[in-house]
C-alpha cells in the first residue's frame, strides 16, 4: 500500500496512518495536508479498487467513520 500510495502521490505531502486488511479489502487512513486534499483525493480516485469513504481534520473522527463504514 505504502508503495502504491507513493507513486500516485508524488509530489504531494501525505502520511499512512492506519491500514488493516481484511478479507477482501485492505482499509487505510491517510493523512493528506488541507491544501493537497483536493488533488490527492482525485488522484486516489483514479486508482483501481481504491475509493475514499470519509475525511476530516480529526484522524479519531475518520477512524469513528471508517468502523460505522465496516
Same mark, same amino acid.
Given at each position: ?8 502521490? &508524488?509530489?504531494? &505531502?501525505?502520511?499512512?496512518? #492506519?491500514? &488493516?486488511?481484511?478479507s477482501?479489502?485492505t482499509l487505510? %487512513? %491517510?493523512?493528506i *495536508? +488541507?491544501? #493537497?486534499? =483536493? ?7 483514479? !486508482? =483501481?479498487? !481504491?475509493? *475514499? !469513504?470519509?475525511?476530516?481534520?480529526? %484522524?479519531? +473522527?475518520v477512524? &469513528? ?6
Open positions: 500500500m505504502n508503495k502504491l500510495l507513493g507513486e500516485k502521490l &508524488e509530489g504531494l &505531502e501525505w502520511k499512512l496512518f #492506519d491500514s &488493516e486488511k481484511q477482501k479489502r487505510s %487512513i %491517510i493523512k *495536508t +488541507l491544501s #493537497d486534499y =483536493p488533488q490527492a483525493l482525485t488522484k486516489l480516485n483514479e !486508482i =483501481p479498487g !481504491i475509493e *475514499t !469513504i470519509a475525511s476530516s481534520g480529526k %484522524i479519531r +473522527l477512524r &469513528e467513520r471508517v468502523k460505522s463504514y465496516l
